[in-house]
């Protein structure tokens, strides 16, 4: 190559490199290019969606009282180091792993960080300081989905009750804010503002789950108004935590069941059912004379501790929870008219609780087995095949307290949105005559004031209930059997307005009595009914 043309491509690269470099130049002087580079880098974080709330009957929070907040952080303005002295342990590792990120992410934090110039936007932790029915409210999964209970039952409605919104912003290549912008919300969606009203009492749900915490190892508690059917307390014990369920499924201490829904050994609550079919068939002047035991078909069947109880009538038998009178009287009932007013009471159904969510059905024994005369005896206090749930023994017991109308539980008051309120009806059906009912209340009166449900009396008011104990066929190590300890009734005695049930489930033998929990929930009542 000659020294002209190789003197004439250098000044062609010097040419070329120069009108590059201006270009160069250009760019990074120019704000009006820069802003249009910018806008080709628009990114949007997503902020939490809020969630419709449920309110107790009086219209106070049950979810979503206290507040929270999150804060942005954006690569490059020094969000890193400004949060870090703000957030958790944990949210310190998140930010230290995503501090290279080229898009905002949002970081929870405790408090409204703006005064500190952090971007912050306000929303609402889900459950209380002290998180309150929280079997029959349920529980999130890390998306903000219901996973059990009501959560998950009006999953659909409260998640798009809130406005879905991000946070939109404006980078460079590097992730940092466009200069001359700031962060901005989108509306995405507008949302429905569904809330939905339980019929639960706050402070009456406080106070049977502070009884409950005090005296019971593992159990649930049901109050229901008697008139209505609506259940204004539903514990279950062990508690969980619903923040941290994790915990719950590595202790596998049975916490995630919700006791009220689920089917247990009922024992001589049962014998209820007996005494209205008694009236029924005009059996009602059945006598017995109770030694102690009873043989059925080669089998015998003995009273608590072996106790001879004498003359039996009706009254009396429900009085002292005579078993050998019950065997006996069911075996003159015979199967099919136990089980038609079984059925009548509620029993071998499922009760639907809300949309998809429903309790356990329980099981009561085919028509069939009971031709067998020691399986009816078995059943005629309350044992054998027969499995029921507390919120069943609750219904019973409430048909009986509200004059022989048999009313469905109810949980949910209304579901609400900005332009409409439905509110939830349940129909009635009427179990047995008001008379029968209201002999059996007087019945179930004297097993308190003058039977073996004493523990039961409040004091003032009175009460009707039954007792009792059933057998579960679980053992502990020592091969003791466990037992069921149960006490269902109504409050007070005259004009009852409240049916309450107690259950402590497979225990030796509890501290407090399900009698005495029973008297101390009806204190309870009565001091929320005078305040």
Known sequence: MSRRRLVSVCACLVVLFAIVLCR???????????????????????????????????????????????????????????????????AQTELYERRNSVTPFLIEVESDLSRYGITTFEGARRTLPVPIACHLIGYLDGEGHGVT?????????????????????????????????????????????C???????????????????????????????????????????PEYDPDHVEKSIRADDT????????????????????????????????????????EVAGETFRCAQGRAHGEMNLRGALEQSCNCYFIELGQILGGETILHTARKFGFGSAAAIAPGLKSAAGNLPE????????????????????????????????????????YAPVFVR?????????????????????????????????????????????????????????????FNSEGQELLNYWFSGFWPAENPQYTITVLQDGVLDPEVSSAAIFARIAQALNVEENS
């Not at 009957?57 to 929270?68: F, I, M, P, Y």
């Not at 829904?261 to 004379?289: I, R």
């Open 24 to 90: 160069v130049f250009w760019i990074a002087t120019d704000t009006g290019y820069a802003a249009s580079a910018g806008g080709q880098t628009v990114r949007e974080t997503t902020l939490p969606t809020w969630r419709g709330n449920f309110l107790d009957r009086e219209g106070r929070l049950l979810t979503g009282w206290e507040k929270c907040w999150y804060a942005l952080c954006v690569p490059g303005d020094s969000s890193y180091a400004a949060l870090f002295p703000f957030v958790t342990f944990s």
């Open 149 to 193: 209970g009501l959560e998950k039952a009006y999953d659909d409605l409260l998640y798009s009750a809130g406005d879905e919104r991000t946070v939109v912003c404006t980078t460079s290549a590097r992730g940092d804010l466009i200069e001359g912008t700031a962060p901005s919300i989108r509306t995405v969606r507008s949302g429905t503002g």
């Open 195 to 237: 809330e939905i009203t339980l019929t639960l009492d706050a402070n009456i749900q406080r106070a049977c789950e502070a009884i409950a915490q005090q005296d019971m190892t593992r159990g649930c508690i049901l109050v229901m108004r008697t008139h209505s059917g609506e259940v204004v307390a539903d514990v279950s014990c």
């Open 255 to 294: 916490s995630l069941i919700d006791r009220a829904f689920t089917g247990f050994s009922a024992g001589s609550v049962f014998k209820v059912v007996l005494a209205q079919a008694a009236y029924e068939e005009g059996l009602d002047w059945f006598t017995h004379d109770c030694t102690g035991s009873v």
């Open 367 to 406: 028509e069939t087995e009971l031709s067998n005369p020691g399986q009816l005896a078995s059943l005629s206090f309350g044992q054998g095949d027969l499995i029921v749930t507390p919120l069943q023994i609750t219904t019973m017991m409430n048909a009986v307290a509200s004059d022989g109308m048999r």
């Open 414 to 474: 209304s579901v609400s949105t900005q332009t409409e309120q439905q509110t939830v009806q349940e129909e009635t059906v009427r179990v047995c005559p008001e008379a029968d009912a209201r002999v059996l209340q007087s019945m179930l009166v004297t097993v308190v004031s003058e039977g073996i449900g004493a523990e039961a009396d409040p004091g003032e008011g009175g009460a009707g209930g039954k007792t009792g104990t059933a057998q579960t066929g679980q």
